[in-house]
């Protein structure tokens, strides 16, 4: 046995995934309705707690190669992106050296100086009429994401393209 949380819900764990761009995070979902994010080196309470959906939550998915942005399906029949940067691997997004950057680019640079993006609730999808059991992220496009219901229903989306530009640039 490597790790162990005890209650780590109130209910029924039905799923977890691990951060695959930062070591010791995971994330946990299940019958109490709640999304758990976990440092494994201290398990006495999660990191962070989302209460989004108002069913039990099936399952939880983080972006293979953006770790801000994570993935959950529930009984409420709903999908739900979330832009985790406060605990992603990148919470201040690309870092620039400034020995990389031009005298020009350097003072746009200084004039574009952003704040950092909060944790929030990027997109909810609501295009199935049942239970979703898996979501899932393409292993070819990091934009591309698939949902799964009871009633077979297979729902392709993806990350708004804001949002998408918001990460890269």
């Keep these: 046995q490597i790790y162990c949380i005890d209650n780590a819900h109130g209910q029924l764990v039905r799923d977890l ?20 994010f976990w440092d494994t080196r201290n398990v006495n309470e999660p990191v962070k707690t989302l209460e989004e ?18 993935l959950t ?14 605990i992603s691997s990148e919470p201040f997004g690309h870092l620039v050296d400034d020995e990389d950057l031009s ?19 990027i997109a909810t999808y609501e295009e199935h009429e049942d239970s979703v059991y898996a979501v899932e992220w393409s292993s070819a496009d990091p934009w591309l994401f698939a949902s799964l219901s009871y009633d077979g229903r297979l729902v392709i989306n993806r990350v708004p393209r804001a949002l998408k530009y918001n990460i890269l640039l």
């Excluded at 005298?103 to 609730?121: G, N, R, V």
Aim: with cysteine; proline share 3%.
């Design 17 to 36: 995934d691990f951060n695959p761009n930062k070591q010791y995070y995971l994330a946990s979902c299940g019958d109490d309705c709640k999304v758990k």
């Design 73 to 86: 399906g529930s009984s409420d029949s709903r999908v739900i992106l979330s832009n985790m940067v406060s």
């Design 53 to 70: 959906h108002s069913h039990w939550v099936w399952s939880v998915r983080y972006n293979h190669s953006h770790d801000q942005l994570v």
């Design 103 to 121: 005298d020009q680019e350097d003072s746009q640079h200084e004039e574009k100086t952003k704040e950092p993006l909060q944790d929030s609730i």
